[in-house]
């Protein structure tokens, strides 16, 4: 299995909702991301996990709540989102590598989740 | 802070006229990647060059890393309508978060069969 799989596809949410996106890979990789990207903007990165533990959050508000129950998956948990946040959200995961020159660094892109917030 | 220009922002071709777009920045890249990303889609690697003045090429396309490892370039020829997309370069800096990569902001491609 080579891919970064998410679910939903698609989501709308209103301001007092929670709810949660999801992010599966069977690669191996051993670090998870989260990006958002705006619409003709390049991706930002939120969080990112190594082996399971939070390694960066950037200064995320803490309306996002990220999420790695064991290193096949990670979640971003949503709640009191404004409609400022109305993005595409991205999960991507890299393999855990001793050597910088391989691609071990490599970042592979799931799908995304769309997000709306009303 | 460390920042990965890129330019053009946009692009338009005929099918079958050769496209560049360039990344620069100004401190030493560690490595620099290529996703294409198509609209509607994500981004999808393309390649990673990590030696000074590296050339590797994938059948239509040419990626360059300057020998200072600032700056880097993407070369398209003979564009086709399957090449349409937001190329995006993005570097690792030496000494930085072995997980962060600078996104350039990406060059818009269309292509006008």
């Known amino acids: 299995d080579t891919e970064v799989t998410q679910t939903p596809k698609h989501l709308v949410m209103g301001m007092t909702n929670k709810k949660s996106l999801k992010c599966e890979q069977h690669m191996g990789h051993r670090a998870m991301y989260w990006y958002k990207q705006k619409a003709k903007k390049p991706p930002e990165l939120m969080f990112v996990?190594?082996?399971?533990?939070?390694?960066i959050n950037e200064s995320v508000p803490s309306r996002f709540s990220p999420e790695c129950p064991n290193s096949s998956l990670l979640n971003l948990h949503l709640h009191a989102l404004q409609p400022e946040d109305s993005a595409l959200y991205l999960c991507?995961?890299?393999?855990?590598?001793?050597?910088?020159?391989?691609?071990?660094?490599?970042?592979?892109f799931g799908p995304g989740t769309r997000l709306t917030v009303l | 802070g460390q920042q990965v220009m890129q330019i053009p922002q946009y692009q338009h071709v005929q099918e079958g006229e050769d496209f560049t777009t360039y990344c620069n920045s100004s401190t030493t890249l560690s490595n620099i990647q290529w996703y294409k990303q198509r609209p509607g889609g994500h981004p999808v690697f393309l390649i990673q060059l990590v030696k000074s003045g590296e050339v590797k090429k994938q059948k239509r396309l040419t990626f360059q890393f300057g020998e200072a490892k600032k700056n880097s370039s993407l070369h398209i020829t003979a564009t086709q309508t399957t090449d349409v997309g937001t190329y995006f370069c993005?570097?690792?800096?030496?000494?930085?978060?072995?997980?962060?990569?600078?996104f350039g902001k990406g060059t818009l491609l269309t292509v006008n069969p």
């Open positions: 991507a995961s890299s393999f855990q590598g001793g050597e910088t020159g391989g691609t071990s660094r490599v970042q592979f």
């Open positions: 996990y190594s082996y399971e533990k939070l390694s």
């Open positions: 993005a570097g690792r800096y030496s000494g930085g978060s072995n997980y962060k990569l600078t």
